[in-house]
């Protein structure tokens, strides 16, 4: 028998079939995600049919979206949300919690070698901690809701092997904007990303959730870490102590391709609008003024985030031009940032902090882009009319040069020079 | 639903689900949802598209977001099929699910060869595209599973109690 990867191991673990040959494999999953906007769309058919939750323990739902609503018709929608948590007794409602994602890699919900699906594309972060995690639409989610099943193609797997050292001002946003360069918008279509860190020292668990994040803007299926002793250290600061046996690839897996990146040589990167795949090093970046930066997200509004624009903005300003908007993935990261005193670095430089939720990044709410902005943005998408209007522009980048640009009221190519004299 | 018959609306590579259907449109009231469609790309495609017409793009059809909310304005629009060279996976999943045909062209050139407007016909039994001038154009072949959710009118129907199920 071939060597097999991850996924290839985990959809084994979990076929609800016999036909290991089959183009379609019938699964059960560990756990289910929604979001209110998502949900909200599947209560109506879910409760004509008069069906039922196959196991209420093993969902999670939370309002992010709306969080809280902005507009009378979004308040009825999140009642609605709600209400249908509550009538079916989800165990894990969250109210305004934080992003749905992070609240997942902050649950024991979320196993390395789990099998988690979400009604939502960047359900794929649960693989920051090696869970083949992926996002479907409403309907799919419905299916799984009622059966605990869902159907599956296999995916071929693409190696990436990451090796090097990270520099200090470069991060986990950096890494996937640069295969995002390297690979474009479909680059990894149907495929599973399958990372592997041989990188020294070895990168954050932040950095780790920023990658898995946007494998969904290579148009991956999951975006899988090979579970090592970062995840253990997380799952054990998270749990008490390790409950699911890792699932690694085998030595001799078969790969369609292998891919090393060396991080060393890996710095600021930025994609200009209108696509996450149309990517630049920030050196060679157009000067523009900007009027929004925007640190936030469930690709990176994490502690490491926060960390390294307070490190940025200590004892400066934010330009008086540019609107900073400032949202910590969940409540818990904005307690830890609290704590950590980045939240009075940042409020004193002229950051405001927004309740975490997913704010504008998905153009619904508070924080929307006019017409005339220019953003630049911790998020995951650049598309035209993504973030509110269709003629508004937003660059994606690390929460470092969004908050250099900040300072200086726009981004351009000389952000990171001088970089011996800071 | 075995043939679709309309115009073709033609688009480019990468057309995400932001494009199709701008997040300021999301709701749950179908009337605005269905206006919603393709509304900052160029909001006289909704006003003048009919039923049966055809979208026909290029790479990645769909990319981006879950919200079911893309394919329903592509639906309640009445569009018979979309046509790519390929589809984002979710995209596809959500456009299957609720019986909106997506099919891929065999070969990726004759993409070329089409023109917007362009009257057509889509043959979902043999998988094939007829332009008015008579040219045939083969498309792969969905498969078994796709066919049966088609089958089906959708995945709901699919639940293990969805024959019960009015539809």
Known sequence: MAGRTISDKVIDAHSADDDGTAAYRLVRVDAVLGHDATTALLIDDFERRGLTIWDRDRVLLTNDHFSPPSTIEYADISNKFLRFARDNQVTNLMLDRGICHQLLVEHRLCQPGGLVVGADSHTVMGGGIGTCATGMGATDILFTLVTGTTWLRRPETIAVRFHGELPPTSSGRDIVLELLRLLGESGAQYRCLEFHDESRPKLSQDDRFAVANMAVELGAKFGVFVPDEVTADYCVRRDGELLATPVLPDADAVYERVLDIDLSALDARIARPYSPGNVVPVSEVESVSISTAFLGSCSSGRLEDIRDAAEEVAGRAVHPAVRFIVIPASVEVFKQALRAGYVETLTDAGATFNHSSCGACGGIDKGVLGADDVCVSTSNRNFRGRMGHWDSRTYLASARTVARAALLGRIGPDLYRNEGAR | ?167
Request: proline share 5%.
């Open chain 2, 1 to 167: 639903m075995n043939e679709i018959s309309g115009r073709i609306w033609l688009f480019g590579d990468d057309v995400n689900t932001d494009v199709i259907h701008p997040p300021a449109f999301y709701s749950l009231d179908p009337d605005k949802v269905r206006r919603g469609l393709f509304h900052g790309y160029d909001p006289k495609i909704q006003q003048e598209i009919r039923p049966g017409d055809v979208l026909v793009a290029g790479r990645n059809f769909g990319c981006g977001s879950s919200r079911e909310t893309s394919v329903r304005a592509i639906k309640l629009n009445h569009v018979g099929a979309v046509l790519a060279v390929d589809f984002a996976r979710i995209f596809f999943r959500n456009a299957t699910n609720n019986g909106l045909p997506c099919l891929t062209f065999t070969r990726q050139e004759d993409l070329l060869s089409l023109r917007q407007g362009q009257h057509v016909t889509v043959n979902l039994e043999d998988a094939t595209l007829v332009t008015e001038d008579g040219v045939r154009i083969p498309l792969d072949q969905p498969g078994a599973f796709v066919r049966r959710i088609w089958a089906a009118g959708g995945l709901l129907s699919l639940l293990p109690n969805g024959s019960d199920a009015a539809r």
